[in-house]
């Protein structure tokens, strides 16, 4: 598609001359005689570049500028002016112009800087996509753990990236990763280099969300000046995530179905039907076929929805993983804290595998991104964690305390743990401290300051 330019001029023989001459090369051309109808369109329709007059009727092509500069720091800006503005151009390039034009023009000179500014816009948003894909595919993106319900779900990733428009529906509790999987099916697809766009339905107030997922054509509603494409078309080629998905309401849920069956749809408002290419990735944290029975979920749109379906197991299902997700979160916050912590004390690392994890791996991101800010020397200890008391379920060995009362404060669920761990080796100090990892003088501390010597 053409690139969209508008020209911000208030000489009308200037501006009508410098549209004829652009539209002939094929660009999409807009154009503007004040400051106020430049804004005004840039806030209502996609711009690509701006051939900004400096000197306006009704103020300055620096507030032009501004305004263009604070929707989207992309957008190009080629300041015209004459002669003895020069000292305002440079202020414009100091606010982020492109380059600066003096009057009169040279519309060969013109249609060579427009070029190689948009030129340049393109290999901004290119490195940009590079930046963003390399970061959805650093080992913080990617699916960690090697249990079975893990490989499991990396089986099926690759499965479905080898499918080029299978719908995928991904269930599982928050915090269990829904997202990083979207982004390895899209990553890992052919449609990896096309756009990869995510919208939350729960996010978006109810109203706005039919707009955001299928644009609107000028005059939809009130606030409609210009036509706006919807998140499906911006995706066309790539893939479109779609989280909470039960969060829908029921009448987007039927133009989703069309979507899904026909690849088409219409704007708000529109009459035509627009074709896209896109794969759709659903998420729920929800009991979808629940919602189903209860009424609240469109049937049809389940079943279309789940043609291939992952369910993430929890965190509490898959504790095996916990000490490779604590290995990359340690390694991960001792490059960004520049830290040289090494891991956990076997203390530490027994408390997170009899935590019950409400809030997945999500929450132990957080809890080790705490203890990481708070470690002083080369190990996580107890003490640095921020875990509610009343989410220890069980203990480790036979005969141990249940640590799940929800009077119990974080040092107590220390003491009755490492109690009740010492009740296995009576009298024998020196055996407790090496399966503990630790000296007999440091077992001895830590008894002393829990009240247990």
Same mark, same amino acid.
């Given at each position: 598609?053409?690139?969209?330019?508008?020209?911000?001029?208030?000489?009308?023989?200037?501006?009508?001359?410098?549209?004829?001459?652009?539209?002939?090369?094929?660009?999409?051309?807009?154009?503007?005689?004040?400051?106020?109808?430049?804004?005004?369109?840039?806030?209502?329709?996609?711009?690509?570049?701006?051939?900004?007059?400096?000197?306006?009727?009704?103020?300055?092509?620096?507030?032009?500028?501004?305004?263009?500069?604070?929707?989207?720091?992309?957008?190009?800006?080629?300041?015209?002016?004459?002669?003895?503005?020069?000292?305002?151009?440079?202020?414009?390039?100091?606010?982020?112009?492109?380059?600066?034009?003096?009057?009169?023009?040279?519309?060969?000179?013109?249609?060579?800087?427009?070029?190689?500014?948009?030129?340049?816009?393109?290999?901004?948003?290119?490195?940009?996509?590079?930046?963003?894909?390399?970061?959805?595919?650093?080992?913080?993106?990617?699916?960690?753990?090697?249990?079975?319900?893990?490989?499991?779900?990396?089986?099926?990733?690759?499965?479905?990236?080898?499918?080029?428009?299978?719908?995928?529906?991904?269930?599982?509790?928050?915090?269990?990763?829904?997202?990083?999987?979207?982004?390895?099916?899209?990553?890992?697809?052919?449609?990896?280099?096309?756009?990869?766009?995510?919208?939350?339905?729960?996010?978006?107030?109810?109203?706005?969300?039919?707009?955001?997922?299928?644009?609107?054509?000028?005059?939809?509603?009130?606030?409609?000046?210009?036509?706006?494409?919807?998140?499906?078309?911006?995706?066309?080629?790539?893939?479109?995530?779609?989280?909470?998905?039960?969060?829908?309401?029921?009448?987007?849920?039927?133009?989703?179905?069309?979507?899904?069956?026909?690849?088409?749809?219409?704007?708000?408002?529109?009459?035509?039907?627009?074709? *896209?290419?896109? =794969?759709?990735?659903?998420?729920?944290? &929800? #009991?979808?076929?629940?919602?189903? /029975? +209860?009424?609240?979920? $469109?049937?049809?749109?389940?079943?279309?929805?789940?043609?291939?379906?992952?369910?993430?197991?929890?965190?509490?299902?898959?504790?095996?993983?916990?000490?490779?997700?604590?290995?990359?979160?340690?390694?991960?916050?001792?490059?960004?804290?520049?830290?040289?912590?090494?891991?956990?004390?076997?203390?530490?690392?027994?408390?997170?595998?009899?935590?019950?994890?409400?809030?997945?791996?999500?929450?132990?991101?957080?809890?080790?991104?705490?203890?990481?800010?708070?470690?002083?020397?080369?190990?996580?200890?107890?003490?640095?964690?921020?875990?509610?008391?009343?989410?220890?379920?069980?203990?480790?060995?036979?005969?141990?305390?249940?640590?799940?009362?929800?009077?119990?404060?974080?040092?107590? *669920?220390?003491? =009755?743990?490492?109690?009740?761990?010492? &009740? #296995?080796?009576?009298?024998?100090? /020196? +055996?407790?401290?090496? $399966?503990?990892?630790?000296?007999?003088?440091?077992?001895?501390?830590?008894?002393?300051?829990?009240?247990?010597?």
């Amino acid at each position: 598609m053409s690139a969209s330019l508008m020209i911000v001029e208030d000489e009308e023989l200037l501006r009508e001359t410098l549209a004829d001459a652009l539209k002939s090369e094929g660009f999409r051309v807009t154009t503007a005689g004040t400051k106020g109808d430049a804004v005004s369109l840039l806030r209502f329709r996609p711009i690509d570049l701006i051939l900004l007059d400096l000197r306006l009727p009704d103020g300055s092509g620096l507030e032009v500028l501004k305004e263009a500069k604070m929707l989207s720091d992309e957008i190009v800006v080629i300041i015209i002016t004459a002669f003895g503005e020069v000292e305002t151009a440079v202020e414009a390039m100091k606010m982020g112009a492109y380059d600066v034009l003096i009057k009169p023009l040279d519309l060969d000179h013109l249609s060579l800087l427009i070029k190689r500014g948009l030129g340049n816009q393109a290999l901004q948003q290119e490195v940009r996509y590079l930046r963003q894909r390399e970061k959805d595919r650093s080992y913080l993106g990617e699916i960690i753990g090697e249990t079975p319900g893990i490989r499991k779900i990396k089986s099926l990733i690759e499965k479905a990236s080898q499918t080029p428009r299978t719908s995928i529906l991904i269930q599982g509790e928050s915090g269990t990763g829904k997202e990083l999987v979207a982004n390895a099916i899209h990553f890992q697809s052919a449609r990896a280099n096309s756009p990869f766009i995510k919208i939350n339905s729960s996010a978006i107030p109810e109203s706005l969300v039919e707009a955001e997922l299928f644009g609107y054509e000028k005059g939809a509603f009130t606030d409609a000046k210009a036509s706006k494409k919807g998140l499906l078309e911006l995706a066309h080629l790539g893939s479109i995530f779609l989280d909470e998905i039960s969060e829908m309401k029921p009448s987007l849920q039927s133009k989703l179905l069309r979507v899904l069956e026909e690849q088409k749809f219409k704007r708000l408002g529109g009459v035509s039907d627009i074709s *896209v290419d896109v =794969r759709i990735i659903a998420a729920t944290n &929800k #009991d979808l076929e629940a919602a189903v /029975s +209860e009424g609240s979920f $469109r049937q049809d749109l389940f079943y279309r929805l789940r043609v291939l379906e992952i369910v993430l197991p929890p965190l509490r299902e898959r504790k095996g993983d916990i000490p490779l997700l604590t290995s990359a979160f340690v390694l991960h916050y001792n490059q960004e804290f520049k830290k040289t912590v090494r891991g956990l004390s076997p203390l530490a690392g027994r408390m997170l595998q009899e935590y019950f994890w409400p809030g997945n791996v999500r929450e132990l991101r957080n809890v080790l991104e705490r203890a990481m800010i708070l470690a002083e020397g080369d190990q996580i200890l107890p003490e640095h964690f921020s875990l509610t008391s009343a989410s220890f379920k069980t203990a480790s060995a036979p005969g141990h305390q249940d640590l799940s009362s929800y009077a119990l404060t974080l040092e107590e *669920v220390e003491r =009755r743990y490492l109690q009740g761990f010492l &009740k #296995d080796f009576p009298g024998n100090k /020196s +055996e407790a401290a090496q $399966r503990l990892g630790v000296t007999r003088t440091t077992l001895r501390k830590k008894m002393r300051a829990l009240g247990l010597d």
